[in-house]
């Protein structure tokens, strides 16, 4: 199907085009990168036991499942997705002013459901268009999106250094400050116009391309990838309050965090030069060994003196679990899927990571209130099934693009 035409208007490539869209990436992941590791150690302060911190991470990656989808391709039908965007940002920001109020359950509970509507479109949406540009004008997609993961590395680190000066009570503090930075940058995002094809996430995209995906291969991979990415969901809900619990100071626990992401960011870096010869299947298998090594290794690690070095070593394993994970997922995509159902691929690919990581997040709060660490063990049946889904993908694998 051939793209729609562009309007002269859309032709003209907005001034400093890469230099807006790397401000965009660099005010967006300060929050993300302040809320992954240290919104559960805020919500433990606030007295909330380890189910109820489970049913408040959880039950927003329930909910966006069904409502990102839906307002990416809102984005998509608007004039402007800039315009949109901004709504959002600036959403955001008013809805985070919540966490400001009592922290009853129900109020930290409902704000969270409310957040993770406007917020988690955010990403999905700066993509869509920064990939505009790289369509129209050729800009360098990844030297604007390397901005991002620089800001979420440091706000890792400097939100352990705060964090130790002021305490938890600080990260409602961060994310609305981060959040009003995002909307700053927001307001002189890029006028792109609609795509020319659905974002990846579009629902629109989804409903008329997906019925051809509903393949043994596709669906078996998918699967495999969902749940081994759901293996972390531990990890991502509890590792945090767990090393504060052992005496692990706020400054070491950011500087953890961080470590996870450089050593992620190394295997992008270099997965070409040491992995390209081996198959998408075999990249899996190894990031689902890695995912298991990681489970078994983390409740050894202090009981056998090893200390925050030994934590270090396992923090390396998130480039073989996660940065793996990322990578074969894409690889399988762009060796089987033809291109005009790539867009269905990556939104149904999202639904079973965000729907598996929320109901493993749910199940990770009674697990820690029971076994403390020892909940990362629950974590290796999880992954040792994604990697049966896997093996099983890999016996029906198509020899030619899915409907290419």
């Known amino acids: 199907m051939s793209l729609p035409p562009l309007s002269p208007e859309q ?4 001034s400093h085009f890469e230099l807006r869209m790397s401000l965009i990436f660099a005010t967006l992941f300060v929050s993300l990168g302040t809320h992954l590791p240290y919104f559960p150690l805020w919500l433990q302060a606030k007295g909330f036991h380890a189910g109820q911190i489970a049913v408040i991470l959880a039950a927003p990656m329930f909910l966006r499942v069904v409502t990102t989808p839906m307002l990416t391709a809102l984005a998509d039908r608007a004039n402007d997705r800039a315009t949109v965007y901004i709504a959002l940002v600036a959403a955001s920001m008013i809805i985070s002013a919540g966490y400001f109020l009592p922290a009853t359950y129900a109020v930290v509970l409902a704000v969270s459901l409310l957040l993770t509507i406007v917020w988690t479109p955010h990403s999905p949406m700066a993509d869509s268009l920064a990939l505009s540009g790289v369509r129209r004008f050729g800009s360098n997609y990844t030297a604007m999106r390397k901005w991002g993961s620089i800001s979420y590395l440091c706000a890792n680190v400097a939100g352990g250094f705060i964090l130790a000066a002021t305490g938890p009570q600080a990260v409602p503090v961060i994310i609305f400050l981060a959040l009003g930075a995002a909307l700053v940058a927001a307001l002189a995002a890029p006028r792109m116009g609609r795509p020319r094809k659905a974002s990846p996430l579009s629902a629109t995209e ?3 391309k997906a019925p051809s995906l509903f393949n043994a291969y596709f669906l078996y991979f998918t699967l495999g990838v969902g749940i081994i990415t759901a293996s972390h969901a531990f990890l991502y809900g ?4 767990y090393w504060k619990s052992i005496g692990i100071g706020d400054s070491i626990v950011g500087l953890l965090w961080a470590w996870g992401v450089v050593c992620e960011v190394c295997m992008f ?3 070409n030069r040491i992995f390209a010869s081996i198959s998408v299947v075999q990249v899996m298998v190894i990031a689902g060994i890695g995912s298991i090594v990681r489970w078994i290794a983390f409740p050894l690690v202090w009981p056998l003196g090893l200390g925050v070095a030994g934590f270090f070593v396992v923090q390396s394993l998130h480039s073989v679990s996660v940065a793996m994970v990322l990578i074969g997922l ?3 995509i762009g060796e089987t899927i033809s291109e005009e159902r790539t867009g269905a691929a990556q939104g149904i690919a999202y639904f079973f990571n ?3 990581m929320a109901a493993v997040t749910l199940a ?3 697990l820690y209130d029971r076994f403390g660490v020892d909940g990362f063990w629950a ?3 999880i992954a040792i099934i994604g990697m049966v889904l896997i093996g099983l993908a890999s016996r029906s694998a198509p020899q030619h693009p899915v409907g290419g």
């Open 269 to 271: 870096l270099f997965f």
């Open 354 to 356: 965000g729907f598996f």
């Open 364 to 366: 990770s709060g009674p």
């Open 11 to 14: 032709l003209v490539k907005p």
């Open 379 to 381: 974590m290796i049946p």
């Open 206 to 208: 989804i409903h008329h």
């Open 330 to 332: 894409q690889k399988m």
């Open 238 to 241: 509890f590792v945090s309050i």
